[in-house]
Every structure is written in C-alpha cells, then in structure tokens.
C-alpha cells in the first residue's frame, strides 16, 4: 500500500512542488570564524534537511563559474580572491520552498543592513565577507548544484518524523 502510494502521481507531485533543493556555502569567512555548525543547525532547526555536503578548497576555475553573472563587475577579482582563501562548506538542502526560505534567513547582502534574526544580520558587519551563499532561484538551484555535486552525491532519504515539520500545506 505504502509503495503504491509513494509511486502515485499525487506523491509525485507534492514531492515535486514542495521538495525543492537549493544551494548553499558556507564561505572561507564562515568556515575560519567555526559558524559552520552554528549556520548549519539554524537551517536544521528550521525543518530543512541536508541532502549533500562536504569540505573543499575551491580554485579560480570554479569560483569564477560559481560567480559568473558577476564577471566584469569592479568587485569580481576581489569576489574570487575572497571565495578561494580557504576552504568552503558546500551542501545542498531540500524542503518545502527551501530557496526562499534560505535566502530570508540569509537577510541582505551586506551585514550592515541586513536585519537582526537573519544570519548576516546576526554575524556579518561586511558586503563580502556575509557567511553564506544561497540560490536566488530555481534556475540558479539547478546550475549550480550540478557545478558543485556529481548526480550521486545528492541524497533523496527518509527523515524521521518529518511529517510533523511539513504536512503539505
Ligand atoms: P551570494 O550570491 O553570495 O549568495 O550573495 P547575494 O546573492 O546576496 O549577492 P550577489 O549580488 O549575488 O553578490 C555576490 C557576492 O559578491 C559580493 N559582493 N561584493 N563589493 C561589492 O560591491 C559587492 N557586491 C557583492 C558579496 O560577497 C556577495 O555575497
Ligand atoms: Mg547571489
């Protein structure tokens, strides 16, 4: 019964609409200041779970496709410099709207305007060094997870007791 129920279109689509994945980063500044797990725990907290993540030194090549809508705008060297300094955190979540969510609890860009509760809000006092990336659309989520993981990297799993974090509505 259950499986029929999982390979149903029904289950399909809320799988489909509500499960959305995005991108996250946790950039040099984040992984150096140890508010990795911290960050990490505010997204788990918040009912979204962890599909992928690891630790990597991204080089040039990579932080300039990450970045490449911003090439050739005055901050891009600096942009690069910064997200190649040290190791990052990279990891995909998934949830109910998961790329909104994420980039609210981000807050603005710069850590000076963005507002209290919000992770730049609460750690940042910089536009560059602001902690965390997060996609800013479906589009920008589907890119970028294929820069950042192979297909098998990210994992579709059963959490327990998700049912009382989202219920479909
Ligand atoms: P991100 O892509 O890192 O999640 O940040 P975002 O969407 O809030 O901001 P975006 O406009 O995409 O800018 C990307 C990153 O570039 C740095 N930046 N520096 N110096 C400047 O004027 C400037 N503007 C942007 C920031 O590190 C920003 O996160
Ligand atoms: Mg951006």
Redesign the pocket.
């Known amino acids: 019964m259950r499986k029929r129920l999982r390979s149903s279109p029904v289950f399909f689509f809320v799988k489909v609409v509500f499960m959305q994945r995005t991108l996250i980063?946790f950039?040099p500044d984040c992984v150096q200041r140890r508010l990795v797990g911290e960050i990490l725990g505010r997204f788990e907290a918040k009912g979204l779970r962890i599909a992928a993540l690891k630790l990597l030194q991204v080089d040039r090549a990579l932080g300039e496709k990450h970045?490449a809508?911003?090439h050739g705008?005055?901050?891009?060297n600096?942009?690069i410099d910064?997200?190649t300094g040290g190791p990052v955190v990279v990891g995909v979540l998934q949830g109910n709207e998961a790329i909104t969510v994420v980039?609210t609890m981000?807050g603005?860009?710069?850590g000076v305007a963005a507002l209290p509760g919000t992770v730049?809000g609460d750690f940042s006092i910089?536009?560059?060094?602001?902690l965390?990336?997060?996609?800013?659309s479906p589009e920008s989520a589907q890119r970028e997870i294929a820069l950042w993981f192979q297909p098998g990297e990210v994992i579709d799993y059963t959490i327990a007791g998700s049912e009382w974090v989202f219920g479909g509505a």
Do not use: M, V, W
């Not at 705008?73 to 891009?76: H, N, R, S």
């Not at 965390?132 to 800013?136: P, Q």
């Open positions: 980063i950039k970045y809508e911003h705008k005055p901050f891009f600096g942009l910064f997200i980039r981000l603005a860009t710069n730049r910089s536009k560059q060094n602001n965390i990336h997060g996609s800013d």
